[in-house]
């Protein structure tokens, strides 16, 4: 993307705006990219075998490239908007490692020990890549209601931040030209676990008590004051189109704002850190407190518990409410909230499994039916609900135009393309295996879902909510569409309400066992979603096609790449020689709950013709190289 799109678009949340209405924003963030002849071709490689992998990918990067600078906005927010009107101040998430460089590292590390990259598109942004920034006054309406055009920056309101979409969905991979940003893949380095465990880490350590706000509330004033100038805010954006009144004054405004607030900035924080700290032992009166719990912080890099974690940030913000764990005069947190109580008492809906998952990619969203793992939501729209809820928090709070911007950039977003060398012969004779036996399953708009008895999977994702804890879910997300008359155009120009959608056209109930499954998504850009099955539990490609020889335990946030296995490097003995690209790298046990790496390891019988998915043994050796070289060029 041109580096003056980035400059005037990444920084802020709402950067351009509105000017004529929410629904017509929308629809002209996202145009239709022509599609590329050369790229066309990895569609039947047997139509053409005289062009070259290298032609085929320069035509696919030409199609991504094309796609993102037709989009700006949409490229833009998606990377690095903030998701909703809430977060920790953004002034205060800046000197974090000036306060607690134990904890947060090093300022000039950018906070990469918890699985974030710079932004090669805009050097000057003073957040990495995925930490988007947003405001507390939210986006200015006009007399109708609409949005107006810009956020005016000058208007009262704390500059926060959240993570973006980027923060999970652009991954990292070391390629012979050095490191890819791969927009819509899983960022495999990213421990959201280990980054929410920094903020219980601080409160622990510096705003637990009145005594240490006070404390900390002098350092961090001191801090403050102690940066130049532009430091916060830099002078790349002042007077750019499309940040209103966007001036040194406003750098000026907040950091006063914040220090003359600061204590109760910072009694809020915790307050808020407490209540998700809450959950966490709520969590742990479920399987996450087995002896073969997956664990919390430094367990889950390129992972989530979307589901599981949110059902209970819900129950928790139910059972206490906001205002109950400010700081008190004796020392500590007033809590009034007991997880083992909690759990005794009748609460049907507590779910009882750990269900840590895998990051998904994300682009080509028109090709897929069905949303999350266990195919339970429809409409793009709502799947980027599904995604910001868990972020945010507040369902009030989430910023619905940014919602419906960026289902419309990831409709038609195309794959990367696999970035190292392919053995088109091979490739070609692995695409008939590949249609006799993958296509019927792994094809556009399947709404099948696969249970249990047909794959074999780890079943903890699937079967995570009954009843009680559906409705729950449900009610968060409806409440979080919280404007009725919300408008979306969606790419195809068709004018929706989505707000004024319910029951099962929002979300499916997956609660009775006979509707508990995976959907089998299509295979585009498979390379780049190592690892593999929902749980991320099986390393490469050759893994899940030779499932005889899946390891035990392997590692995971590597970005150096298995080129012969397709996958990231996996293998825990050459640990020493990736650590130092890999902040987030750990070792992932099949063996924990939720973790199981069976499935996709039996031969099932679809539409009346038997499907090899096991190709092990030495008379399929040539088909497995064919087919794993196949699956490259996807």
Avoid at 44 to 71: F, K, V
Avoid at 460 to 479: C, M, T
Avoid at 578 to 591: E, F, K, M
Wanted: with cysteine; charged share 20%.
């Amino acid at each position: 993307m041109p580096s003056e799109y980035r400059e005037r678009l990444s920084f802020a949340l709402h950067a351009l705006a509105l000017a004529y209405g929410a629904s017509l924003w929308i629809v002209a963030s996202h145009v239709p990219a022509a599609a590329n002849p050369a790229c066309s071709v990895r569609d039947n490689l047997s139509a053409d075998t005289t062009i070259s992998w290298s032609d085929i990918r320069t035509g696919c990067e030409g199609e991504r490239t094309a796609h993102q600078q037709q989009n700006p906005i949409g490229s833009s927010w998606f990377t690095n908007a903030g998701n909703g009107f809430t977060g920790v101040p953004y002034l205060l998430q800046r000197i974090f490692p000036d306060l607690a460089p134990e904890i947060w590292g090093r300022d000039d590390e950018n906070f990469a020990r918890f699985g974030f990259f710079p932004d090669p598109g805009d050097k000057s942004r003073p957040l990495p890549l995925g930490l988007g920034i947003a405001s507390t006054a939210g986006r200015p309406l006009d007399a109708n209601g609409n949005p107006l055009g810009e956020i005016d920056f000058a208007k009262p309101g704390l500059d926060v931040v959240t993570l973006a979409c980027g923060a999970c969905h652009v991954g990292q991979v070391k390629t012979p030209d050095g490191l890819a940003v791969v927009e819509g893949a899983p960022n495999t380095k990213m421990d959201v676990r280990k980054w929410r465990d920094a903020y219980s880490r601080t409160v622990s350590d510096y705003f637990s008590t009145p005594e240490k706000i006070k404390a900390s509330a002098e350092r961090i004033a001191a801090i403050i004051d102690a940066k130049p100038n532009g430091y916060f805010y830099p002078p790349a954006y002042f007077g750019q189109p499309g940040f209103l009144n966007f001036t040194p004054n406003v750098e000026a405004a907040q950091r006063a704002t914040v220090k003359k607030n600061l204590t109760g900035i910072l009694a809020t924080f915790a307050c808020g850190t407490v209540q998700r700290e809450a959950g966490i032992e709520l969590q742990r009166q479920t399987s996450y407190g087995n002896w073969n719990a997956p664990g919390f912080s430094g367990f889950s890099t390129g992972q989530q518990d979307g589901s599981g974690d949110l059902i209970f940030q819900l129950l928790v913000a139910r059972a206490m409410p906001s205002g109950e764990c400010q700081p008190n005069a004796t020392g500590g947190l007033n809590r009034n909230f007991d997880a083992a109580a909690f759990k005794d008492s009748l609460h049907p809906e507590i779910p009882p499994f750990a269900t840590i998952t895998d990051i998904p990619s994300v682009w080509n969203q028109q090709a897929r039916a069905l949303a999350q793992w266990d195919g339970s939501v429809k409409m793009a729209f709502w799947r980027n609900i599904a995604a910001q809820l868990p972020i945010v928090g507040d369902p009030s709070k989430i910023d619905l135009v940014n919602t419906g911007i960026v289902a419309n950039f990831l409709d038609g977003l195309p794959p990367a393309p696999y970035p190292f060398d392919v053995d088109m012969a091979s490739a070609v004779r692995g695409e008939a295996l590949f249609r006799d036996n993958c296509a019927i399953c792994h094809r556009p708009h399947n709404d099948t879902i696969y249970q249990f008895r047909d794959i074999g999977t780890d079943m903890n994702r699937a079967a995570v909510l009954n009843g009680p804890a559906f409705q729950l879910f449900a009610a968060g997300f409806q409440a979080s569409c919280h404007d009725q008359d919300f408008l979306y155009r969606t790419p195809t120009g068709e004018e929706v309400r989505p707000c004024r959608i319910a029951g099962k056209d929002v979300i499916t109930a997956r609660t009775a066992p006979e509707s508990q499954g995976y959907v089998a998504e299509v295979l585009d850009g498979v390379w780049a979603r190592a690892p593999y099955l929902h749980n991320g539990s099986v390393p490469t490609l050759y893994h899940l096609l030779v499932p005889a020889n899946r390891p035990a335990q392997f590692l995971r946030g590597a970005i150096e790449y298995d080129t012969a296995k397709v996958g990231y490097v996996w293998d825990p003995a050459v640990t020493g020689l990736v650590a130092d690209t890999s902040p987030t790298l750990t070792v992932y046990d099949t063996r924990k709950d939720g973790h199981a790496s069976t499935g996709h390891d039996r031969n099932l019988v679809v539409d009346g013709k038997l499907r090899r998915l096991d190709w092990s043994g030495l008379q399929y050796a040539d088909a497995l190289k064919d087919l794993i070289e196949y699956l490259k060029t996807r």
